[in-house]
């Protein structure tokens, strides 16, 4: 019988022992879940910052998108009402206003009329392909009403080439009042300016 009290006190202090083990192992391994918890809440937060700062982020580049949408819209609609193709006899009309039609306004836009839009648009520094685009329009567009008459208080700047005689440069025109002057008009070329003495 000592043996079998020894056995079994023997067997209760083994019990036990093991149990004092499994206990300690599922302590190591709750204490490691919760440092694992713990750092997960940690990347939570910072992913739930980074996700305010994109939601702001994304909210201003929506705000610049609609921003740049609406001043495109303004800008195509703004394009769209400046150019209004021409009609044949509004173009002819404005290059005979310019002095490069001669022709009848006919309403056709024949040889003489192509040509004339040609020598219009090399004067003013456009393709001289001789169709009416937007640009050659919008040049040729203000032309569309003739000029009013000179008034007749208004003289005329004195225009003096070579080969005009003196006595003529003297009988020009000129405002009461006011000698004319002996610099050259601006704009006027300098080879047909002859000064005066």
């Not at 190591?28 to 990347?43: F, H, N």
């Not at 305010?52 to 609609?77: C, G, N, P, R």
């Not at 009848?104 to 839009?117: N, P, R, Y």
């Not at 567009?141 to 080439?161: G, W």
């Amino acid at each position: 019988m000592g043996r079998c009290l020894f056995a079994l006190v023997g067997l209760v202090i083994f019990a036990s022992g093991c149990a004092t083990l499994s206990n300690r192992q599922d302590l190591e391994r709750i204490a490691s879940l919760e440092d694992r918890v713990t750092q997960l809440k940690v990347e939570n937060k910072a992913l739930k910052d980074k996700t305010v700062v994109l939601k702001d982020k994304t909210v201003a580049l929506e705000d610049k998108i609609t921003v740049l949408e609406e001043a495109l819209a303004a800008e195509t609609k703004k394009e769209k009402l400046v150019f209004k193709m021409p009609n044949a006899k509004e173009i002819q009309t404005a290059l005979k206003n310019t002095g490069y039609y001669k022709g009848e306004i006919d309403g056709d836009i024949g040889s003489q009329t192509k040509e004339a839009i040609r020598k219009f648009q090399e004067a003013n520094d456009l393709n001289p392909d001789g169709v009416i685009g937007s640009r050659t329009w919008e040049k040729l567009s203000v032309y569309l009403e003739p000029k009013p008459p000179v008034s007749a208080e208004v003289n005329p700047a004195p225009v003096v080439s070579e080969g005009v005689s003196k006595a003529a440069e003297e009988k020009v025109a000129q405002p009461a009042g006011k000698e004319i002057s002996n610099t050259p008009l601006e704009g006027s070329p300098k080879e047909d300016y002859k000064k005066t003495e």
